[in-house]
């Protein structure tokens, strides 16, 4: 959801004028209201808003009260997060228990309905482009349920983690798939996140992360597994799925953030990489380095976009290696049944990772038919 700019310029004036007192943002909206207008039309929907705008205006004092788009309104009230909880907690519980009445073909419909509150302090008007993103993605975890929900700081916490169990969870699903069943993975990270670091700190890019979780869960949550690597990096499991379904769904999910953050995190992208099993990949290890290379052609195309894996186009690269180096790969590849070019290229991918990709070295890439206990002493 964009804010209309217009709301942001009163929403200043209003933070300039009290800047003496502690002033919450609130964002609330109508659950399940574009397919209210589905179903009833725009006009109707029209009194919808004006019985919330209404509702608020009685139980608020508010120093704004402005619609946006989606069924939404931003509310600027003059008191502290806490006090606002419990005002804005009676006003979802007066929406709730009320019925409005209409006539449509004839017929007579009363319809209730239930609203959806997000709120964070904004302390002083330095501080409104901070309050805005809390309020922002507070509301995006608030969005549907009929609560109301003070901004958090508390990061995200994925289903589970992009490390070694995550590849024990995306062999599993390899194995657990029926013939000729694919299994695809998307990859995806913010662009430029150590950027949002350093201008708007750790708490900020924390939020920024709860939000692209919340997205990622909304998604997902039914159809696939949600993992999550370093900081500003998660990976979906999505077993039944085609690459080309996969890349639409990530897709949607790059314009969903790209728009819901451009008034508060203006310029927020995300580079995203598809591949699929067995498409691109014979097994998970191969699979999570055709994704990791759509992520990064994704990345080196200027971001905020989607790949697809590509079939492999091999280049030839002259390297020396001592004697022991090789006989040593020569023993490993002989006792994995695999070849040596396979060996020295999953060890490039091990090395890109560590050096180039920031992950920590005990994330190195362990051979599917290995024992993951035996990896932590390998160096």
Same mark, same amino acid.
């Given at each position: ?15 300039t004028a009290h800047s003496e007192h502690t002033i919450t943002l609130v964002l609330l909206g109508v659950d399940e209201f574009d397919a209210f207008l589905r179903e009833y039309g725009y006009p109707l929907g ?38 606002? %909880? ?10 709730? =228990? ?19 509150? =997000? ?14 993103? %809390? ?41 657990a798939a029926p013939p000729d069943s694919p299994v695809s993975v998307i990859q995806l990270d913010i662009d430029d996140c150590s950027k949002v670091m350093e201008a ?124 022991? %180096? ?20 999953? =060890? ?9 990709? =920031? ?21």
């Amino acid at each position: 959801m964009i804010l209309n700019h217009s709301t942001i310029s009163d929403l200043k004036a209003a933070a300039t004028a009290h800047s003496e007192h502690t002033i919450t943002l609130v964002l609330l909206g109508v659950d399940e209201f574009d397919a209210f207008l589905r179903e009833y039309g725009y006009p109707l929907g029209d009194q919808v808003l004006k019985h919330v705008e209404s509702v608020c205006s009685e139980e608020l004092d508010p120093l704004l009260l402005e619609p946006q788009s989606g069924g939404c309104f931003l509310v600027a009230l003059p008191e502290e997060d806490s006090g606002a %909880q419990i005002d804005l907690e009676r006003v979802c519980h007066r929406i709730a =228990g009320s019925r409005l009445r209409f006539t449509v073909d004839g017929q007579q419909i009363a319809h209730s309905m239930t609203i959806s509150v =997000g709120l964070s302090p904004l302390s002083s008007p330095q501080d409104l482009q901070s309050a805005l993103s %809390q309020v922002l993605w507070t509301y995006g975890e608030a969005s549907g349920t009929g609560n109301v929900i003070r901004a958090s700081k508390a990061p995200f916490s994925p289903s589970t983690p992009h490390s070694l169990s995550t590849r024990a969870t995306l062999r599993e699903a390899l194995l657990a798939a029926p013939p000729d069943s694919p299994v695809s993975v998307i990859q995806l990270d913010i662009d430029d996140c150590s950027k949002v670091m350093e201008a708007k700190g750790r708490e900020q890019t924390d939020i920024l992360l709860n939000y692209v979780g919340k997205i990622l869960r909304d998604a997902f949550a039914e159809s696939g597994t949600i993992c999550d690597r370093r900081s500003d990096e998660f990976l979906v499991i999505l077993p039944g799925i085609r690459a080309e379904d996969a890349a639409f769904e990530a897709e949607i999910i790059r314009r969903a953030v790209a728009d819901s953050v451009e008034v508060a995190l203006p310029g927020i992208s995300l580079s995203i990489g598809v591949a699929a099993y067995p498409l691109n990949a014979v097994d998970g290890r191969s699979l999570l380095r055709k994704v990791r290379e759509a992520r990064y052609a994704s990345r080196m195309a200027g971001g905020g976009r989607v790949s697809v894996a590509e079939a492999d186009q091999m280049v030839t690269k002259t390297s020396h290696f001592s004697k022991i %180096q090789l006989k040593r790969l020569g023993s490993l590849a002989k006792r994995l049944e695999r070849s040596e070019a396979d060996l020295l290229r999953e =060890g490039l991918d091990a090395l890109l990772e560590v050096y180039d990709d =920031g992950a920590p070295s005990s994330d190195a890439i362990v051979p599917d038919d290995q024992p993951e206990g035996i990896h932590s002493n390998i160096r």
